[in-house]
């Protein structure tokens, strides 16, 4: 198949701290991994990717991990804002498959 | 370079309606990929096309379709719609099928 599974749900967590956001795949054929934010009323927007031939990829506060191995790769924020709130949604190919959304919550 | 655009962005149709949305690509994009996204809900894919050709469909049933125009025009229409139809639908567009996908604003479809 070419599930896309996310966790957690929801997040919450107090302004200064990370967060961490998971998500597995299954289709091994899968080489390109994006993680959109979606802020309320507003269309996903992509903040990060990554591909296959990299193990992780970091821009400022918002880092992405892969592990082929394992068939999962992560979205960390450090140094959480209250703007950094949204609904953020990894994918990954082929014919992109989106996680269910995790509901981040930054706390000032 | 112009983003992805949809129209209309709100509609509101009635049970038994059908409805047909709209989605023009980022100039040079070739594919296309409609989403429908309900409150509390992901983005549960609908199709995807590529030139003028679905290379996949989603788990939806054949009351949902589309087509893709020359000029990577994208719509997508409901026939026979119903409550649980109302929704956001998302087009997204990108070079090819395993591109970084830019979304449109979105079409809010309310069927009452």
């Known amino acids: 198949g070419e599930n896309v599974e996310q966790h957690p749900s929801t997040l919450s967590v107090q302004e200064g701290d990370s967060a961490v956001i998971k998500c597995t795949y299954s289709d091994s054929a899968s080489n390109y991994f994006p993680w959109y934010k979606q802020e309320l009323g507003k269309r996903p927007q992509l903040i990060i990717d990554?591909?296959?031939?990299?193990g992780e990829k970091k821009d400022q506060r918002i880092a992405v991990t892969l592990n082929k191995t394992a068939k999962h790769f992560s979205l960390h924020i450090t140094e959480t804002q209250p703007e950094d709130s949204a609904v953020y949604f990894c994918a990954a190919t082929p014919h992109m498959r989106f996680g269910a959304g995790t509901r981040l919550t930054v706390k000032p | 370079k112009a983003g992805v655009t949809q129209t209309p962005r709100y509609l509101i149709k009635t049970r038994g309606q059908q409805v047909t949305l709209s989605c023009s690509p980022i100039s040079g994009h070739r594919s296309v990929s409609w989403y429908q996204q309900t409150p509390g809900q992901g983005l549960q894919f609908l199709f995807e096309?590529?030139?003028?050709?679905?290379?996949n469909k989603g788990n939806f049933p054949g009351r949902f379709s589309g087509r893709q125009f020359s000029n990577s025009r994208s719509e997508m229409n409901v026939s026979t719609l119903e409550l649980g139809d109302s929704a956001l639908y998302l087009c997204?567009?990108?070079?090819?099928?395993?591109?970084?996908?830019?979304f449109g604003p979105g079409t809010r479809l309310t069927v009452l």
């Open positions: 096309y590529f030139s003028e050709t679905q290379r």
């Open positions: 997204a567009s990108s070079l090819g099928t395993t591109d970084t996908q830019y």
């Open positions: 990554i591909r296959s031939n990299v």
